[in-house]
């Protein structure tokens, strides 16, 4: 939810607005664990330092001639970027897969192919 619709619920119902507002001044708690490889659980968290931020998972795989390598990165984001990314840069293929949410710890769950 937006600041500016966070206002128009809490003019419209002003009994929820402390609720309402208390939980999001807090901010949105996410697992945030950098370029970890792909088998390991993540179990650090971090509160998102953005107002309308959201929890996001990347996974990125990266191919070199016949080695493969896949990573995974959990942290807040202040916006979802594009799903699925492919860059390729001196023979080297990076293929990125980004999946978002925007409730508390919402991000261990692995990518599977778009944005929530």
Known sequence: ???????KS????PSSCSLLCAERAQGLDCYNCM????????S????????DGVCAIQVAEVV??????????????PICPKSTQI???????V??????CNRDLCNAAVPNGGST
């Open 95 to 100: 293929y990125s897969k980004i999946s978002c």
């Open 10 to 13: 809490c003019r419209a119902h």
């Open 35 to 42: 370029v970890i490889p792909f088998h390991y659980t993540c």
């Open 1 to 7: 939810m937006n600041s500016s619709s966070a206002m």
């Open 44 to 51: 650090s968290t971090a509160t998102c330092p953005y107002p």
């Open 64 to 77: 070199m001639d016949s080695i493969r390598q896949k990573v995974k990165s959990n942290l807040c984001l």
């Open 87 to 93: 860059i390729g840069i001196l023979g080297i293929v």
